[in-house]
């Protein structure tokens, strides 16, 4: 499971990179056979909720879509799409925004209300829900599991951020670690195991990861650095991200059963974590050798050079077979959202604008992102990747 987020058009600016900890393979050599064999995908303007713009965060196995849309007044909304673009509505403010989507189309998100205060919310079969808060001001909720579970932070009445588990009926305090008054939960598993991070207390700017698990919180260290950013865990409760060596270069790690493993690299000295499937496999972005950036799949050990469409690349998500999707630039300096197969980077194009990204997909070869129109307005899109019988 990842954290869907869909901030990647421009997303290309990485510090600089040093070796590698283990194997790499080159594009040319794929590391297991074929998964799919996508013919020339199919795109679909999502369209908007009578504004401008648009953008598509994630979909479920149902082919649900939840994103972002402007309205008619220019207000940001969140919205569900089944074959039509609904309108979730808000809390009462003008604003929402959605963070997840389960498999029963349940969403969830971030509201303003009437006051002008955020709330988390969970959206379920036209009605929009307020999680409420741990007695502060504010709360967001960041991730669902498949059972309802929602996470995310809340203030508390004394001006703390908490981590908090929403179970379907209240919002559950997962309390700190290490002194910390500001702790997020980023991520939930079906098992309703949480991961998250926290900032140690003081003036330290940067964050730690935490695992918790029946009541109990625990640090997830560190690859010898200070810093960790989590992004995603799967139902084995292994989570993925990127940690600080002691080098001082950022790199993707695979923390399992209290161990944090360093992926290591395409050759040059930082890699980035995005999203894990159950399989264990984790994609990302990483340097390769002379500089570039090129999106990678980790399994079993291997680091898997994705390749680009002429530029550099960065992957966004994988599903349960190992096909894995995100953007790239082309030979053209245009960005891309880009499938890659099991073999194979294919270009998924644009609504005619040169830009577009692809953030998430399921199972069945349906892909969401966003892509801009000849006038440059940028709309939510779904692709569907054809396959070979």
């Known amino acids: 499971m990842r954290v869907p987020t869909l901030r990647f058009l421009g997303a290309f600016a990485l510090a600089p990179l040093l070796g590698s900890c283990d194997a790499v393979r080159n594009p040319a050599q794929p590391a297991h056979p074929t998964l799919s064999q996508a013919a020339t995908p199919t795109i679909l303007d999502l369209g908007t909720l009578g504004g401008s713009r648009s953008s598509a965060l994630a979909i479920n196995e149902r082919g649900q879509v939840v994103g972002t849309s402007t309205t008619g007044s220019g207000a940001l909304h969140a919205f569900l799409w089944d074959g039509t673009m609904h309108d979730l509505g808000t809390l009462g403010g003008d604003y929402s925004e959605p963070r997840a989507i389960d498999p029963r189309g349940q969403v969830v998100g971030l509201s303003s209300t009437a006051s002008g205060d955020r709330h988390a919310f969970l959206w379920d079969a036209g009605t929009m829900q307020d999680l409420g808060t741990l ?66 207390p003081g003036p330290a700017t940067y964050s730690r990861g935490f695992f918790w698990e029946n009541g109990t919180m625990q640090d997830l260290g560190t690859l010898g650095g200070g810093s960790v950013v989590v992004v995603a865990i799967n139902g084995r409760g292994q989570v993925t991200g990127q940690s600080l060596n002691g080098s001082g270069s950022f ?21 980035f974590g995005t999203a894990i499937n159950d399989k264990g496999q984790v994609v990302g972005e990483s340097r390769t050798a002379d500089g570039g950036r090129h999106a990678f799949l980790w399994d079993g050990g291997t680091m898997l050079d994705l390749g680009t469409l002429g530029g550099n690349s960065r992957a966004t998500a994988v599903n349960g077979q190992g096909e894995v999707v995100g953007f790239s630039t082309t030979g053209s300096f245009e960005t891309h959202g880009f ?51």
């Open 135 to 200: 007695g502060g001001p504010s709360s967001d909720a960041l991730a669902l599991n498949p059972g309802g579970q929602a996470v995310g932070s809340s203030y508390t009445s004394s001006g703390d951020l908490h981590p908090f588990l929403w179970d379907g009926t209240a919002m559950r305090d997962l309390g700190t670690i290490g002194g910390s008054v500001n702790t997020t939960a980023t991520a939930v598993n079906p098992a309703g195991r949480v991961t998250g991070m926290w900032f140690p």
């Open 251 to 271: 790199r993707a790690f695979l923390w399992d059963s209290g161990t944090m493993r360093d992926l290591g690299t395409l050759g040059g000295r930082e890699s």
């Open 339 to 389: 499938f890659w197969d099991g073999q194979t980077m294919h270009d998924l194009g644009t609504l005619g604008g040169s830009q577009s990204g692809a953030g998430d997909l399921n199972n069945a070869g349906q892909i969401v992102g966003s892509s801009t129109t000849p006038s440059g307005e940028s709309h939510a899109v779904l692709w569907t990747v054809g396959r070979a019988p």
